[in-house]
């Protein structure tokens, strides 16, 4: 008995092999793995480079910072306008007249040259009169 249950069992493995064997031999399950793998590689690639793009522009960065060379001129161009911008706006939705709006513009103005003048220690100190230039 012994015997046929080892037959049977040697059949079934056997048989297993061989669908396996057709499967394993089946052209478009090779064509479907190997576009997965290829999509699958790109995709990875793809990935690599921007993280080594945005490493080696990091270290530029870090680089040119250790150097001395930084990019000041951009931002502070940027502020300056938007800062300009923001006058501009407020002048123009101030809720005074156009003349008490220049004035309190000019007084600041003058104040803050004299408090530039001060921490120079250089620069003449008369306050500007009548509305030239108004």
Same mark, same amino acid.
């Given at each position: 008995?012994?015997?046929?249950?080892?037959?049977? *069992?040697?059949?079934?493995?056997?048989?297993?092999?061989? @669908?396996?064997?057709?499967?394993? !031999?089946?052209?478009?399950?090779?064509?479907?793995?190997?576009?997965?793998?290829?999509?699958?590689?790109?995709?990875?690639?793809?990935?690599v480079?921007?993280?080594?793009?945005?490493?080696?522009?990091?270290?530029?960065? *870090?680089?040119?910072?250790?150097?001395?060379? !930084?990019?000041?001129?951009?931002?502070?161009?940027?502020?300056?306008?938007?800062?300009?911008?923001?006058?501009?706006?407020?002048?123009?939705?101030?809720?005074?007249?156009?003349?008490?709006?220049?004035?309190?513009?000019?007084?600041?103005?003058?104040?803050? @040259?004299?408090?530039?003048?001060?921490?120079?220690?250089?620069?003449?100190?008369?306050?500007?009169?009548?509305?030239?230039?108004d």
């Amino acid at each position: 008995m012994r015997s046929i249950g080892r037959q049977s *069992a040697a059949k079934q493995w056997a048989r297993f092999a061989m @669908k396996c064997a057709l499967f394993l !031999t089946d052209a478009k399950l090779w064509s479907a793995l190997n576009d997965q793998l290829r999509d699958r590689a790109e995709d990875m690639g793809d990935v690599v480079r921007r993280r080594y793009e945005d490493t080696s522009d990091r270290l530029h960065d *870090a680089s040119d910072a250790f150097r001395g060379r !930084t990019n000041w001129v951009s931002p502070t161009l940027s502020f300056i306008g938007g800062v300009g911008v923001g006058i501009g706006v407020g002048m123009l939705l101030a809720p005074v007249s156009g003349e008490e709006a220049r004035a309190a513009i000019r007084d600041t103005a003058y104040d803050m @040259k004299n408090k530039v003048n001060d921490m120079t220690g250089s620069g003449s100190r008369l306050r500007p009169t009548g509305t030239d230039g108004d």
